[in-house]
Each structure stands twice: as structure tokens, then as C-alpha cells.
């Protein structure tokens, strides 16, 4: 850290400079991944490495081989960003879809460990939060396009659904800033509102359950914006209409414990009529299976609830059927 900020001395008065918190930013993004000391390292020094303050000579020297390597990797992945007249920006929708297909098998192809892959996407992700709210010129916009386009499909393939939402999100807002905006003043509650709400009526279930002796874990998760508009599109809906903005998941010991689970949930909130689904009687083509079924929550608010056992979960997440049932474009 302090080689950083060597690197980045403050000016008087000034405070830290934006290069030095970027810097900061991608080491903070990379340590909650919990990724290791050497991605750690390499993630604070890619910044001075990819403007060339720093060269990965200096780098082998003071830190090691193993952290020269990771940048050598990043260093080529940046190397493949789309020119100023090129690619990401231009096109159409199906010939830019081509090009970012074929930019991101060029960069799997460069990725020998799995972090190098971390510390670009953690860069692209503190890249694209430094455009901050009001900077959707052409070159916001190229930026965004090519996260959209080449690095959310990159996280979701690893599967760090963190920074592919996050990347999504930011995107989207100088992609279609209208619609960002739009959906945002649909939505009229903070992200933070939601997540509160998310947390409450989660704690709520999971003592209703356990009252009523079934062992259960509750989770749950608010949709970000971005998928909630993609989801408006794709099904030609309203947001009223869209009842997992909202949702808990509950996970139970066995088939007869889901059931049990899904009458506590509809003893504390209203069913919504229509809305319920039974995948474990009836499991989809792609074999998934759980309870779904969607409620009316405090405040008159929508909330669906996924119920199913350890099993399920896997075979949703981590089976075949994971690439289908949660629509990722892998
Ligand atoms: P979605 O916005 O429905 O495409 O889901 C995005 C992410 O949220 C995925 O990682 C899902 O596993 C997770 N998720 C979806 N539905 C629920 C739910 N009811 N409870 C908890 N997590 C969910
Ligand atoms: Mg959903």
C-alpha cells in the first residue's frame, strides 16, 4: 500500500488522488471476493501498471513472481480493448452480440488463472463507478457497452454474480439512461428501503418457521435494475407485474418440509391468486424443481418466496439446468 501511495503522493490540500483511490477501490473490491494476498497486490498496482508508471520488472523485484505474472495477464487482457472507432460502440445489436462473443473467447483464452480474470473485472467495475451519474458522453458510452457486452458475460461465466450485477447496473445507466431513470422512479425506494424490507421479512419467516418446528434457512435478495428491466421487455410486463423485485428463498430438509414451509409462508402473508407454482409435483423441462409462490408483504408490497430442499438447490444452481433456469447468455 504504501508503495501506491509513493506512487500517488497527495497534493496539498487536495487529498488523495483519483488514480490512488482507484487503486484503493479495486484492492476493496478484490478483498471482499476474498481473493488471496498475491490477487490482492496485483490489483493495487494495476493501475500504475496499466498506465505505465510501473513496470512489471519493478513488480517482479518488489513483489514477486507470481503477482508479476497476474499482471502480465491483466496487461494483455487490456491490450484487446476495442479502439476508438471500433467494435463495442458501433453495429448493430447482432454484430456487436458476434464481437463481444468472439473479444470474449479471445480473452478466455488469455485467462491461465482464474484471478487475473478477478483483478480485470474488479478494474473494469472501479472503472466503470468513476464515470459517476452525469458523464454519458460517447466515451461513457463505449465504456459501458463494452462491460455489458464483453465483462458481465465474463463474470457470470465465473460465476461472481456480484460484480456481474454490479457491472449490469452501472451499465445500463449509460446504455439506456432514460429507461435507468424510468424504472428507478418506478421502483420510488432506495436500493438500501429494499434490502431493509428483504431483511425484515426475512427475519419475520425464519421465527414463524422455527415456531412452527421446521428447520429452515431463509435468504433472500432484491433484483437489480437491470433485470428488472430486461425481465419488463422479455415478457411484456409492468413492474406491479413483476413479483420477484422482491424475494426470499427458503430451504428446507426434505419435499414433505417444503410444504409444511409453504403453509407458514401463506399463514403470514396473503397468496396472490395464480401465483402459485408447484415444480417439485410438476418440475420444469430442464428438471427444476422448488415451490414458488408470491405474496402480499408489509406495506402491501409483493414477495416471492422459493422454497425447496439442499438438493434442489444444487441441482438449480450447479446442475445442468443452472445454465437455463436463470437465463444467463452462457
Ligand atoms: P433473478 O433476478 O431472478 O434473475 O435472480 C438473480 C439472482 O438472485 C440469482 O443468483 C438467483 O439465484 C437469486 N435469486 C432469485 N430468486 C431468488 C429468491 N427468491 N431468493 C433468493 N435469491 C434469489
Ligand atoms: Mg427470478
Known sequence: IEGVFALY?????????????????????LALLGLDDEALVAGLFCVPMLE??????????????????????VQRMDALHVGPD???????????????EKLRRMLVSLIDDPRVALVKLAERVQALRSLGTRDTGPV???LAREAMDIYAPLAHRLGVGQIKWEIEDLAFRHIHPAEYRRIAALLDERR???????????????AALAAAGIEAHVSGRVKHLYSIWRKMQRKGL????????RALRVMVAGPTECYSALGTVHGLWRNLP?????????????????????????????????????????EAEFGICAHWHYKGVD
Open 274 to 314: 395464480g401465483e402459485f407454482d408447484d415444480y417439485i409435483a410438476n418440475p420444469k423441462p430442464n428438471g427444476y424443481r422448488s415451490l414458488h409462490t408470491a405474496v402480499m408483504g408489509e406495506g402491501g408490497k409483493v414477495l416471492e418466496v422459493q422454497i425447496r430442499t439442499a438438493d434442489m438447490h444444487r
Open 86 to 100: 471500433e467494435g463495442a460502440g458501433r453495429g448493430s445489436l447482432a454484430s456487436r452480440e458476434r464481437q463481444g
Open 9 to 29: 503522493p497527495a497534493q496539498a490540500g487536495a487529498g488523495p488522488s483519483p488514480r490512488l483511490r482507484a487503486a484503493l477501490d479495486i484492492l476493496e473490491i
Open 140 to 142: 461513457a458510452v463505449k
Open 52 to 73: 505505465g508508471k510501473l513496470s512489471l520488472e519493478t513488480i517482479r523485484g518488489a513483489e514477486g513472481e507470481t503477482c508479476a505474472r497476474l499482471l502480465a495477464g
Open 238 to 245: 409492468e413492474i406491479s407485474e413483476v413479483y420477484d423485485v
Open 192 to 206: 438500501t428501503d429494499r434490502e431493509r424490507f428483504i431483511g425484515e421479512a426475512s427475519a419475520r419467516l425464519g
